[in-house]
């Protein structure tokens, strides 16, 4: 296990958040301290997120949820990672299941994406995480396992993130055991990694005893983060 200690509790906000909602969720913010804590909104909301942040709570880390393989260039309705460094974002998701269910993602270009990000200056929160239909065939080690050469030589910059494709935006979350044994697994093949989230219907209702798990930095959360209230006792809970 690693020796990192530091605490993350990040919230994805997908496409869910609209102007106004964001701006509520700004105005009705406090600073959590003790854990490192960010927000994931779409790109259109990054400036604005990023301007009103910095007024209540400059800590507050910001990132992008995915960026483009490529630096620059006639990419039409791509985002690069120099264009979202540029806006003072910080970090980015990669990998998330529900891009690679979209778009036919590869190791490839997984591995672009990090090596953009990087150059970019940005702190990737790669994700990964069995479907449904892997851990029932028990093939759930080795699908992570496949999953994490795509991190290798990068480890030591990033954060993970272990979501369970089933257990995310299905109220079914993992066990706590299920959850200690796949993040043992994952510090086992990469233990330089910064931190290691679980996400997957983390609610304020479960994640005081899912913060307890060894393992656990903290957490990747995506409906429960969309109301400040909600996702602020969430990062409490970690503490
Ligand atoms: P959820 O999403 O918390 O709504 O399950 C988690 C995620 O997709 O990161």
Redesign the pocket.
């Known amino acids: 296990m690693s020796s990192s200690s530091s605490k993350f509790v990040y919230g994805?906000w997908?496409m869910s958040q609209s102007l106004s909602s964001l701006t509520e969720f700004v105005k009705s913010w406090k600073a959590v301290s003790g854990l490192e804590v960010g927000l994931f909104p779409s790109y259109p909301h990054l400036s604005k997120l990023l301007v009103e942040m910095q007024k209540i709570d400059p800590q507050l880390k910001i990132g992008a949820q995915d960026c483009s393989t490529e630096a620059e260039g006639a990419f039409t309705g791509e985002v690069s990672a120099n264009q979202i460094r540029e806006l003072g974002a910080t970090h980015i998701l990669i990998g998330?299941?529900?891009r690679r269910q979209r778009v036919p993602e590869t190791p490839v270009s997984l591995k672009s994406k990090l090596q953009s990000a990087l150059s970019a200056q940005l702190i990737p929160v790669f994700?990964i995480g069995e479907n449904e239909k892997e851990r029932a065939e028990g093939e759930t080690y080795r699908i992570l396992e496949n999953q994490l050469k795509v991190i290798e030589g990068f480890e030591a910059q990033l954060i993970l993130?272990y979501?369970p494709v089933w257990?995310?935006?299905?109220g079914k979350v993992a066990q706590p055991k299920d959850v200690e044994e796949a993040h043992a697994f994952i510090w086992k093949k990469a233990p330089k990694i910064r931190g290691l989230l679980y996400?997957?219907?983390?609610k304020p209702d479960n994640s005081k005893d899912l913060a307890r798990v060894a393992g656990v930095s903290g957490f990747?959360?995506?409906?429960?983060?969309l109301k400040s209230d909600v996702f602020r006792k969430i990062a409490e809970s970690v503490l």
């Open positions: 994805n997908k998330h299941s529900e994700c993130a979501e257990a995310i935006g299905t996400g997957g219907s983390v990747l959360v995506g409906g429960a983060s």
